[in-house]
């Protein structure tokens, strides 16, 4: 059973709001990545850490940020949501590149 | 690159029926593959995983021979439950990036 966590699990927020959604493991992994769902299913990572200090942008391009001040929480934060920011976010956690990932539950936004 | 092929959805079966869920890729070396399940409303969750050719993963009746040959990871089952309705998808481990390589998810719909 993986122990990782999202909240909140869903968000209904209008446009300009600044949100952080949270995500926190208790594996010690030093990897954590996030992913963009759509509603056709496809995953889009769109940061990840390798660990404390370290974050990188994903594969597509994001308005979101990050940070990685301690190992188990990776928040992802929107400084001014807009209703384009509606999706599905799923972070996850691994130990190594190459290890299985563990996702948390996901948090729904909808932005108004 | 490396990139992972699957089939398209969405698959729709009656109870006890055989499923088979193709996936394909592209890699240089030799990289663990994956196959994820997302149920409705949930984050991903591991199914099962091999690391090296002719590797069998299975987990919960599903299994998935890597074949090296055929550049191929197919998801079998040989009776598959209303339960087993979901998210399928299939993944690779980039050595080059660290990153887990998505394919783009085939929705699994069995009737009773």
């Known amino acids: 059973e993986a122990d990782i966590y999202q909240t909140p699990r869903y968000l209904v927020i209008g446009t300009g709001k600044k949100i952080t959604l949270e995500c926190s493991q208790t594996?010690?992994?030093?990897?954590m990545y996030w992913y963009q769902q759509d509603p056709g299913m496809e995953l889009h990572l769109i940061h990840y850490?390798?660990?404390?200090?370290?974050?990188e942008k994903g594969d597509l391009s994001s308005e979101s940020t990050v940070s990685r001040i301690r190992t188990e929480h990776f928040p992802l934060t929107l400084e001014s949501a807009r209703p384009s920011h509606t999706s599905q976010y799923l972070c996850?956690?691994?130990?190594?590149?190459?290890?299985?990932?563990?996702f948390g539950p996901g948090t729904r936004l909808t932005v108004l | 690159g490396n990139s992972v092929t699957q089939m398209e959805g969405p698959v729709t079966l009656s109870e006890e029926a055989f499923l088979t869920i193709n996936c394909t890729y592209t890699?240089?070396?030799?990289?663990?593959l994956f196959w994820y399940v997302q149920y409705p409303g949930e984050g991903l969750q591991l199914l099962l995983k091999?690391?090296?050719?002719?590797d069998k993963g299975s987990n919960k009746g599903f299994e998935a021979t890597y074949r090296k040959e055929t550049t191929s990871f197919h998801l079998e089952k040989g009776s598959v439950q209303v339960s087993d309705s979901a998210v399928y998808f299939c993944?690779?481990?980039?050595?080059?990036?660290?990153?887990?390589?998505f394919g783009t998810g085939t929705l699994l719909a069995v009737q009773p």
């Open positions: 996850a956690s691994s130990e190594s590149g190459t290890s299985p990932m563990y």
């Open positions: 594996m010690g992994h030093d990897k």
């Open positions: 850490s390798y660990g404390v200090n370290s974050t």
């Open positions: 890699a240089t070396g030799y990289p663990s």
């Open positions: 091999a690391t090296k050719a002719d």
């Open positions: 993944a690779l481990s980039d050595g080059a990036t660290n990153k887990l390589i």
